[in-house]
């Protein structure tokens, strides 16, 4: 089922926690919500179940406008961050609960919730904890089970909110795995809200950014990667450094570096930010004379196949960070406190009167 | 696993298991069990054929009948209403919910009498809500329902009180979650909502009983006093005291102790069976 959020606006108070959103889902996409606290991604979430209502706009599944429906009708399957499992049930009653509650006509027999309860069980792979209490179950099983129940009713569109926010680390990337490839197995079209850049880079098809009300970004994981459309977004999808520099016939001048930027080659003389990844800064021991910034290593994590280096640049005093291969680590033979000239590979230019961070 | 049964004392960080226990014990034995027990040693002076006599007796049983009756039906009553207040007070915001919530301990404040005294005012058949249930041929004051409404007037505040704390800390997602699986309102009212309330439901009851088992101050004047219609048991006890007929009336109330006793107990087996489903292993 496609979902399509019209101009939607929502106000708590005098707090606008959401600003005009538009917003089209396809059927069968997994799409990821993401921003900071306080973005209005959760919201968004609530409004398209019904569990919260907008000031304006409209919720449309499949052409049918759903704005006045209630939760109930509506269909949608929820999963919340704290699993909000009915604790006074067994596990099997939870999942069996969405069946249970339907009017007598439309009920299946008890042998048939019976088994499509048995079938969620082995589909969570915990087919043997029927009987247990949510109290008895760790925090990764409570919320496959809590996905379980939300699937039990066969909804036309899954609404997850931070549904791994509260679990450790390992146990959070095992699940986000095994539900992009629940969702490859059952294509039902899905939304979930995160926090974490990563999980939503890694899980989604197609990612939504959000800040302050406002949708700053849509696009799949590689786009919104590669291309980010603003400083907001740059920095929200991983580490980045900043460059602070002036536009100056056609190049950028950083310290005493000089860079090719056709995109903003018309507008001379003006401040300018260019953003940087830290895998796209270039680290050599020597000033090769092509004007490399100057900087002293302050601090290097050699863990795994990418080493991490802290920097401080020697001219304006900055902290950049940057990412070599362990290949190159040794090749270089770096060490803390160490003077290096540094360039970034590759970048983006930003005029901060058009964005403020 | 018996060896599980068999450990009283749990390990825990904080010392002193035996001072308190034992202060615990103390306390216990001087202010309930050292003054109960006398009711029992007082009973037994008589010999057991007079004590079978007395409590046996058809006015006695009568008042055993009556008491718990109607304490029982106030309870029930409470029950229904307390989860309703503590419902709208926790759930909904008006004006002057502060003040609401104020008002539900003052029958806990008010004298038993003063309460007695004002409500057979209002109930008897010349009062201003007698007056509207007279000529329907329903008389409140002086019949067992207006010791039931004394009574529901006595331990109205312990549902409430019990209840509202529970609501207050309970988990709204566990609705929302509800609603979205399909429930109706109603459904996760009582599917959801009630069986979470359920062992504060049991504790509010089982209070709301003790205390109108023993009330005897606002019952005094409200149902009359007639034996065998609308005496109550505290009553009788004392009417046996102003016969100086100390040992009978100490029998009469052992049998009450007992039976109070009994159903208390199953009321609180029955509040750990309600807490537990969710946390047995």
């Known amino acids: 089922m496609s979902i399509e959020v019209t101009n939607v606006n929502k106000a708590f108070g005098s707090f606008k926690a959401l600003n005009h959103i538009d917003l089209k889902i396809s059927t069968g996409e997994l799409v990821a919500l993401l921003g900071p606290s306080g973005s209005g991604k959760t919201t968004l979430l609530r409004i398209i179940a019904g569990l919260e209502t907008a000031d304006a706009g409209s919720i449309i ?14 269909k949608v399957g929820f999963v919340f961050q704290h699993y909000a499992l009915f604790r006074h049930m067994t596990v099997f009653e939870n999942i ?3 069946l249970k509650v339907r009017p007598s006509k439309l009920r299946p027999s008890k042998e048939a919730i019976n088994g499509k309860v048995r079938e969620l069980l082995s589909l969570v792979k915990m087919e043997e904890l029927a009987q247990r209490y949510p109290a008895q179950l760790s ?11 939300a699937l039990a009713v066969e909804p036309k569109v899954l609404l997850l909110d931070e549904p791994f926010g509260a679990l450790d680390a390992k ?3 095992d699940l986000r795995r095994w539900l992009r490839k629940l969702h490859d197995e059952y294509p039902i079209t899905s939304v979930f809200v995160t926090h974490d850049q990563e999980e939503a880079l890694d899980v989604a098809d197609r990612i939504v950014i959000l800040n302050q009300g406002k949708i700053e970004q849509m696009g799949t994981p590689e786009e919104v990667y590669d291309n980010p459309v603003n400083p907001f977004v740059y920095n929200f999808l991983g580490n980045v450094n900043l460059f602070h520099g002036r536009v100056h016939n056609g190049k950028v001048e950083i310290g005493s570096l000089k860079l090719d930027i056709p995109e903003h080659a018309k ?27 100057p900087a002293e290593i302050l601090f290097i994590r050699a863990l795994g196949p990418v080493v991490n280096l802290e920097l401080k640049r020697t001219d304006s005093g900055d902290y950049l960070e940057a990412e070599i291969s362990k290949e190159r680590f040794k090749e270089l033979e770096l060490h803390e406190k160490q003077k290096v000239y540094l360039r970034p ?7 901060p009167e058009d964005y403020v961070i | 696993m018996p060896s599980k049964l068999l450990k009283i004392r749990q390990h825990s960080v904080i010392p002193g298991f035996g001072i308190t226990m034992g202060f615990s014990l103390l306390y216990l034995s001087l202010m309930v069990l050292i003054p109960v027990s006398m009711v029992f040693l007082n009973s037994s002076s008589i010999g057991m054929t007079a004590f079978w006599e007395t409590v046996s007796s058809e006015r006695v049983l009568a008042s055993l009948k009556i008491s718990f009756a109607t304490s029982f039906a106030a309870a029930a009553i409470n029950v229904i209403f307390g989860v309703l207040f503590a419902w709208v007070l926790v759930r909904y915001s008006f004006p002057g919910r502060k003040l609401i919530d104020g008002l539900i301990d003052l029958p806990f404040a008010l004298p038993t009498a003063v309460a007695g005294i004002s409500l057979t005012t209002l109930y008897a058949e010349n009062g201003w809500i007698g007056k509207v249930f007279a000529p329907l041929g329903i008389k409140i004051a002086y019949t067992p329902l207006g010791i039931i409404i004394a009574l529901i007037f006595i331990s109205f505040p312990f549902v409430v009180r019990t209840v509202q704390p529970v609501l207050e800390s309970m988990d709204i997602e566990a609705e929302e979650a509800a609603s979205c699986l399909g429930a109706s309102k109603l459904q996760t009212f009582y599917k959801v909502i009630l069986p979470t309330l359920l062992p504060a439901i049991i504790t509010g009851f089982a209070l709301a009983f003790a205390r109108a088992l023993g009330e005897y101050g606002s019952v005094v004047f409200i149902s009359g006093n007639m034996p065998m219609y609308t005496e109550i048991t505290p009553l009788l006890i004392r009417a046996k005291l102003e016969q100086y007929d100390y040992a009978g009336a100490t029998a009469i109330a052992a049998v009450m102790l007992v039976i109070s006793f009994t159903m208390l107990l199953f009321i609180n087996v029955l509040q750990w069976w309600a807490g537990n489903r969710d946390r047995s292993v």
């Not at chain 1, 925090?139 to 129940?149: D, T, Y």
């Not at chain 1, 590979?345 to 005029?351: L, S, T």
Request: net charge neutral.
């Open chain 1, 267 to 293: 507008k001379d003389n003006k401040e300018i930010v260019s953003y940087s990844r830290p895998h796209d800064i270039e680290i050599s021991v020597e000033d090769e004379g092509k004007g490399f910034i």
């Open chain 1, 139 to 149: 925090g990764g099983q409570r919320q496959r089970i809590a996905l379980a129940r």
């Open chain 1, 61 to 74: 599944f499949d052409g049918e406008d759903n704005t006045e429906k209630s939760t109930q009708d509506r």
């Open chain 1, 171 to 173: 146990v959070r990337k």
């Open chain 1, 96 to 98: 069996a609960f969405g």
């Open chain 1, 345 to 351: 590979k590759d970048f983006r230019v930003f005029i």
